[in-house]
């Protein structure tokens, strides 16, 4: 019933930033945790940081804490994550994901709804 679309994700020197965008539709969505996952060439999808329904409370990978940060605009049915001081490391397939209920998760297998995914690459 929900819908995502990310954007955003390009190339980028290390030390620079990007924020990434994923656009929601569907009815559901201001009462959907929502979570930002990344994937690279041969690896697992990994946990990126993850939001509740309100935008209150939020939740890090140790990798990425102070240098990410996710956000929602309930009223434009948009998820965000500025990231900064980014590393080649961070490199990966980034997907925005959404779950059924309030309350978010760092588990993919927890969240409902999945983007196609947009290509952050950060060279040295």
């Known amino acids: 019933q929900v819908q995502l679309v990310e954007s955003g994700g390009g190339l980028v020197q290390a030390g620079g930033s990007l924020r990434l965008s994923c656009a929601a539709s569907g009815r559901t969505f201001s009462s959907s945790a929502m979570g930002w996952f990344r994937q690279a060439p041969g690896e697992e999808r990994e946990f990126v940081a993850t939001?509740?329904?309100?935008?209150?409370?939020?939740y890090y990978a140790d990798s990425v804490k102070g240098r990410f940060t996710i956000s929602r605009d309930n009223a434009n049915n948009t998820v965000y994550l500025q990231m900064n001081t980014l590393k080649p490391e961070d490199t990966a397939v980034y997907y925005c994901a959404g779950r059924r209920f309030y309350g978010g998760s760092d588990s993919p297998a927890e969240y409902d709804y999945w983007g196609q995914g947009t290509q952050v690459t950060v060279s040295s």
């Open positions: 939001i509740n329904w309100r935008g209150a409370n939020t």
